[in-house]
């Protein structure tokens, strides 16, 4: 589905990424580990295309979209979302929803609200709250409800984990699994938490230093015995 051969980008003339290549295939759920530092928010907005692209070539279902802006991206059905800034805060949940749909006509959008609702009812009961008072999980729910209403074909999150406490944590990380089983979206995810995603992901690329460390299966690399040396970049394998 996605395709990145020979990627050289970062951002002005500080280069992050090096010689990367990077490949998902439809409905699969791939996870990007690594150290802080190793690139790895920087290859999801390389391939939505907010980095400086060196050299390289991006494919998106076998179109080469490496010269296109982000939004020309997005209405291809790529969807990214950031760590922070994924909602309009000062907007309550019905209309950041609204807002998400405004290009549909409005039979369309209310059931298209009523379906991502129903995947994460606790939303309902702060449907007129401002995104700005809810909490940190509440706001990814929100913001991966507000990706959904355009139903991509591939969703990109960076860290939606992150300052969420372990059981939330692995709610919504269960939410953001269950997305492709139930709408057969492509699921790209960063996150610090390597053994929970690697447990729920298909394939794993591990990056260190802006290259790659290793491009394989999920649960293979868990179980590797030289897992830690192999995250921190000691050993490759």
Same mark, same amino acid.
């Given at each position: 589905m996605i395709k990145a051969k020979g990627i050289n980008a970062g951002y002005g003339r500080a280069q992050v990424l090096f010689n990367f290549d990077f490949e998902v295939s439809e409905r699969e759920k791939v996870a990007i580990i690594?150290?802080? !530092? %190793?690139?790895? %928010?920087?290859? @999801?907005?390389? +391939?939505? !295309? @907010?980095?400086?692209?060196? %050299?390289?070539?991006?494919?998106?279902?076998?179109?080469?979209?490496?010269?296109?802006? =982000?939004?020309?991206?997005? *209405?291809?059905?790529?969807?990214? @979302? =950031?760590q922070v800034g994924s909602t309009f805060e000062d907007l309550t949940i019905t209309e950041n929803l609204r807002m998400a749909g405004y290009t549909m006509n409005k039979v369309d959008r209310s059931e298209r609200m009523e379906e991502v609702l129903d995947i994460f009812p606790i939303l309902k009961n702060y449907v007129n709250e401002k995104s700005k008072v809810l909490s940190g999980g509440m706001r990814q729910m929100l913001a991966t409800s507000i990706a959904l209403m355009r139903r991509p074909k591939l969703m990109m999150f960076d860290e939606p984990t992150a300052n969420l406490a372990p059981n939330l944590a692995e709610e919504v990380l269960d939410k953001l699994i269950g997305i492709e089983e139930q709408f057969g979206i492509t699921i790209i995810l960063v996150e610090q938490n390597a053994t929970m995603v690697l447990e729920?992901?298909?394939?794993?690329?591990? +990056?260190? *230093? !802006?290259?790659? *460390?290793?491009?394989?299966?999920?649960?293979? +690399?868990?179980? *590797? =015995?030289?897992?830690?040396?192999?995250f921190l970049g000691i050993e490759t394998v």
């Amino acid at each position: 589905m996605i395709k990145a051969k020979g990627i050289n980008a970062g951002y002005g003339r500080a280069q992050v990424l090096f010689n990367f290549d990077f490949e998902v295939s439809e409905r699969e759920k791939v996870a990007i580990i690594g150290p802080n !530092g %190793s690139g790895k %928010s920087t290859l @999801l907005k390389t +391939l939505m !295309g @907010l980095t400086t692209l060196y %050299s390289g070539v991006v494919e998106f279902d076998g179109k080469d979209i490496s010269k296109l802006e =982000p939004y020309e991206r997005a *209405n291809l059905g790529l969807a990214y @979302l =950031p760590q922070v800034g994924s909602t309009f805060e000062d907007l309550t949940i019905t209309e950041n929803l609204r807002m998400a749909g405004y290009t549909m006509n409005k039979v369309d959008r209310s059931e298209r609200m009523e379906e991502v609702l129903d995947i994460f009812p606790i939303l309902k009961n702060y449907v007129n709250e401002k995104s700005k008072v809810l909490s940190g999980g509440m706001r990814q729910m929100l913001a991966t409800s507000i990706a959904l209403m355009r139903r991509p074909k591939l969703m990109m999150f960076d860290e939606p984990t992150a300052n969420l406490a372990p059981n939330l944590a692995e709610e919504v990380l269960d939410k953001l699994i269950g997305i492709e089983e139930q709408f057969g979206i492509t699921i790209i995810l960063v996150e610090q938490n390597a053994t929970m995603v690697l447990e729920a992901c298909d394939k794993a690329y591990l +990056l260190v *230093n !802006g290259r790659v *460390n290793y491009a394989d299966d999920a649960r293979e +690399l868990l179980d *590797n =015995p030289r897992f830690g040396q192999i995250f921190l970049g000691i050993e490759t394998v």
